[in-house]
């Protein structure tokens, strides 16, 4: 069984950093960040909660499916950057919508995180038969957990969300979810649930990186190294499952994290850039909301056309990865 994307919708901030902008917080410069990474600019939430923005993705999404609320069966948010330690975007999310007979949740995969909710709202549709549309929606305000005094860091993120309406079809289907725990403090953010040893980080060493509660810390070269292998890696074995090569897939559409990993797994595959929808540039990495964001504009925009095949491949925070291909 595989899953009809119905229709999409977006929210992005309206307020956003241009690469200039950070000279004001820190020795940087729009050149190292362009050509390093290919971000030039990213929204960023101002009085916008994530879970405001989710949201106004998933009515949008909503009114475009021309479908009625209750008749969501189930909605999934991916994020890393909720509101509410409890209770779930997910639930805050139908408050909002009125989706009165769901069943909500979240997923934490941090950037693999819509591919997650996906894969997951995919399995939910095949174990029950009752379950008409699911709303699968990704919404991270990133900028709220960013140290603007760390230059490798602040600059890489952005704000935004969106959602996606899906129900059962018989399309083309295959999947990869994975993760790798070893490498689970290279790309991190402490909550403020932690032992008082850790605050005054005198007498406890987890291994993770000390940086200040709820500020993301990342060893940026090792995320590099992992990313460069584990986007590839997830078509790769959904190939090898399936029999899909990569000539039939028509979009690639990767993690939004660097210009420069993308390229990497362009290489690796043999395929021309212009098979890989790029949205970093003006969205800069919105964790979970990068990989649907760029769908949903490259659907806006008329670029991926229904009955297209779609890769969409992922990594992120865990260190988690995988993928999915599908038919739009
Ligand atoms: O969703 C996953 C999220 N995480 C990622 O995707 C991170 C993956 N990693 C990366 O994208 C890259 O490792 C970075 C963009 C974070 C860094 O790029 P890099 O090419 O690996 O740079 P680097 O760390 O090797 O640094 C090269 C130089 C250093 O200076 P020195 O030591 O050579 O004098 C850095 O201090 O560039 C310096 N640098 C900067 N300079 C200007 C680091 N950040 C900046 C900056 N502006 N923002």
Request: proline share 4%; charged share 25%.
């Amino acid at each position: 069984m595989g899953i009809n994307i119905l229709a999409m919708g977006s929210y992005v901030p309206e307020q956003k950093l241009l690469n200039d902008d950070f000279k004001k917080f820190i020795d940087t410069n729009d050149e190292w960040i362009r050509t390093r990474t290919g971000i030039t600019e990213r929204p960023m939430a101002g009085w916008e909660p994530a879970w405001y923005m989710g949201a106004e993705a998933a009515k949008k999404a909503i009114e475009r499916a021309g479908i009625d609320p209750a008749d969501i069966g189930l909605i999934i948010a991916a994020t890393i950057t909720s509101d509410f330690l409890t209770p779930s975007m997910a639930c805050v999310i139908q408050r909002e919508i009125g989706a009165v007979n769901a069943a909500a949740f979240d997923v934490n995969a941090a950037c693999t995180g819509f591919i997650y909710a996906l894969d997951t709202a995919r399995r939910f549709m095949q174990t029950d038969d009752s379950m008409k549309y699911v709303l699968v929606v990704a919404a991270e305000a990133l900028s709220r957990f960013l140290d603007f005094s760390d230059r490798t860091t602040s600059i890489l993120f952005g704000d935004g969300a969106a959602a996606a309406i899906v129900e059962p079809s018989d399309k083309l289907y295959a999947s990869h979810l994975a993760s790798d725990g070893t490498g689970a403090h290279f790309l991190c953010a402490r909550s403020l649930n932690v032992a008082p040893e850790v605050k005054t980080e005198t007498e406890f060493d987890d291994g993770f990186p000390k940086k200040p509660l709820h500020k993301l810390a990342q060893d940026g070269k090792e995320v590099y190294k992992f990313a460069t292998k584990a986007l590839p890696r997830s078509f790769d074995i959904i190939s090898e499952k399936t029999g899909i090569t990569k000539d039939e897939i028509d979009w690639f559409i990767p993690h939004q994290a660097n210009i420069r990993i993308i390229e990497t797994a362009a290489k690796h595959f043999g395929v021309s850039m212009d098979k890989f929808i790029i949205t970093l540039d003006h969205y800069g990495n919105t964790s979970s909301g990068s990989i649907p964001l760029a769908l949903n504009e490259a659907i806006e925009k008329g670029i991926v056309k229904r009955g297209q095949k779609l890769a969409l491949i992922g990594f992120g925070a865990g260190l988690t990865y995988g993928g999915i291909v599908l038919e739009y």
